[in-house]
Structures are given as structure tokens and as C-alpha cells.
């Protein structure tokens, strides 16, 4: 049977350069960093030389530079971490509907200890309004939290304007970027963000490791309480070899970024543009060019995601129907009905997920099961919606 990996968004497989220089370290280095001998000397080191790598390539001081166990972590670490060190002196945060869930429901914990948040809703092509951003900000609004690119549908949102508005008012101003760090610019200085979550499952590096870059002069409390590591932002020991092995994956992936991205925005329009064409009552969701070049999310009515995913998976063909963090839940994607989409489309969503092994073949193979695999499930379903009496919101 084959086997089409189309769940990058979730996932990517790791780099077998990576997994060679975190094998040299495991095996290697194995000094703990906070150690005065010369093992721990060796270890200290690596950390050292991999935050240097890491600080070259985002456009940062090294000093700048957080490690953490992942996007989550570094998200919970942003907005907790800033919020707790207002210290009372405000209140109020922006982000969007259309955020990861360790966002969100980073938001929604805030909410419950006395904070304030606004929720700013995306148009129908999942695009941010900068405008409304701007319209919603307070005297004591202090962090606006905005996706770089969208986990889900792909969409880009324009943080260079958002960030300028930010920086004019003196808000400190978050992005989570780490769907972005493959395909898109994550010098913090273009892009003019304060404090950026990147993680290493997103570009064929180590799971369980991440970084938070926080710029100079921007202060949070730290989650984790111990031995002061990472600049006293962030206590326990050094993952050493994940931190080897995430810094060699983002040296990759932004060596080869512009072949990558000129490579996959062609299978990716090839697959929407052959879905589309073969497959009635389906709808692409999210912006058609701004949007991630490895990502295809698209609506089919009549069916539910799930089942078009269990044939997938029968033929070989793994894509998911959303987040993989919201994964439990049968309920139609935020993501999707954020955007004023209707329930029937957003209960027959499919993200297709391209990689670095995903090649022409591999679409021409899913264009051509695809198709049947939907047929075959409106024959069988007692839904029978009329496309054109759906109204979609946000116009």
C-alpha cells in the first residue's frame, strides 16, 4: 500500500541531519549545562552555540533566545509571562478567533484571574482586519497576540502592520510563527514583533523542543520556578540534544526555503485546482494566495471530514481534519466557523498538509481516490444540502 504523508501541520518527520547531530550529542554530550566541570563545560557550550545559530538566523541577540519544550510552552510562557508581569497595572489583551488553542485557551485561563480580552474575527478569507485590531485597543491593553500563519487553513496574516501599530502605542506584540518558520520570513526585526514562539515538531526537528524569542526590555515572569536557566525565564535542565537537533533543522529549512516554497505552491494549487475541478459542492476555505505554500484545507458538503479521513487513511493517504491539538473533539473547527463559514461546510473539512517528500505523484495519486471516496459517501448520506441557499458570513 502507499503511504502519502499529508499531515505536515501536525507534524513533519525529522531531518536526518538533525538526527545525526542529536545522535553525536546523546551519545557525546551528556554533561548537565549547570555543571562546573569540564562535561558539564561541553554542554554548556553546545546550549551556547546553538542559541548563537538560532539568534543569526531569526535576527536577534543570542541573550534573547528561550528554549522550551515546544510552541505550547513558549505561547503559555508569552502571554502568561507578560500578563503576570503587569503586576495589576492593566488588563487588557488582543488576539483572534482564528488562533492555535494554546492561545486561546492560554486567553481564556487569563480571563478567569481577572484580565480582559478581545476576540477580533477574521473575514470570510481568514484574514485579520488590521484596522479592527487598531479600533480595539485600550488604555490599559498591553499584549496583542496574533498568528503568523494559520495552523489550519494556511492563511498569512500581515505582522509587519501589526506590529507597527503595536510598537506606535507601546503594546507588546506577540506572534505565534511556528507554521510560518518554513516558508516565510522570522527575521524579528522585519518583521518588528516583541516576543515569537517557534518549535522544532514544524520543521523536521525533534518534538518536545521549542524556543521563545523575547525582545530586550520586554519583561515576563517566568512559568517555571528553579534553578534560573535561560536567563532565569525558564528553570529545569537544558534539553540538550533537542536543542542541538532544533537548531540544525531551522538552519535547513531556511537554507532551502525558497526552493521549497517555489516546489509546493505548485502541487498545492495543483491539488486545489484538480479538487475543485473533479469534486462538486466543495469549497476551498481560507485566502487562495495568502495563504502557506504547503497548505490545501477544503470543505466537501454532504460528508463528514472524519469519514472522508478514515478512507484516506485505508488507501494509504494521511491528512487530518483540523488541529492536531483538537484532535479529541468531533466538533466542526473554530477555525472554520470563525470565519463565518457555514456548520454544513465546516463539518466536511479536510487539510491536506504538504512536506518535503510530498511529490507530483503523490497529488495525482490522492486526485485520483479521492473523488470516488466522496462519491461514494453522498451515496450513502442523508444529507443532501443545496450549496447555493448557504449563506456565508463575514462578507
Known sequence: MKKIYLDNSATTSMNNEVKNEMDKCISKVYGNPGSFHREGLIAKNAVAD??????????????????????????NLAIKGRAFAMQGKKKHIITSTIEH???????RYLEKKGFEVSYISPDKDGLIDVNEVEKSIREDTFLVSIIYANNEIGVIQDIN????????KNITFHTDACQAAGYLDIDVKNLGVDMMTLNGSKIYGPKGVGLL????????????????????KRAGTENVPGIMGFAKALEIV??????????????RDKLIEGIIKKIPKTKLNGHAKKRLPNNVNVSFLDVE????LLYLDSKGVYASSGSACTSSTLDPSHVILAMGIPYEYAHGSIRFSLG????????????????????NLR???????????LEVKNE
Not at 515572569?221 to 532565569?232: C, D, I, R, S, Y
Not at 531556511?254 to 502541487?267: F, G, H, P, S
Not at 471530514?305 to 472522508?308: D, K, S
Not at 490522492?366 to 473523488?371: R, S
Request: with cysteine.
Open 356 to 375: 518535503k517528500d510530498t511529490t507530483a505523484e503523490d497529488i495525482d495519486y490522492v486526485l485520483e481516490i479521492l473523488p470516488e471516496i466522496v462519491e
Open 161 to 168: 502592520k501589526l506590529s507597527k501599530i503595536c510598537n506606535a
Open 305 to 308: 471530514g472524519e469519514a472522508i
Open 254 to 267: 531556511v537554507d532551502e526555503r525558497e526552493i521549497e516554497v517555489e516546489r509546493l505552491t505548485i502541487l
Open 50 to 75: 546553538s542559541r548563537e545559530r538560532v539568534s543569526k538566523i531569526i535576527g536577534s541577540k543570542s541573550s534573547e533566545i528561550v528554549f522550551t519544550s515546544g510552541g505550547t510552552e513558549s505561547i
Open 379 to 389: 451515496n450513502i448520506s442523508p444529507f443532501n444540502v443545496d450549496e447555493k441557499k
Open 213 to 232: 524569542y523575547v525582545k530586550t526590555g520586554t519583561l515576563i515572569e517566568p512559568l517555571f520556578h528553579g534553578g534560573g536557566q535561560e536567563m532565569n
Open 101 to 107: 488553542p494554546a492561545v486561546l485557551e492560554t486567553c
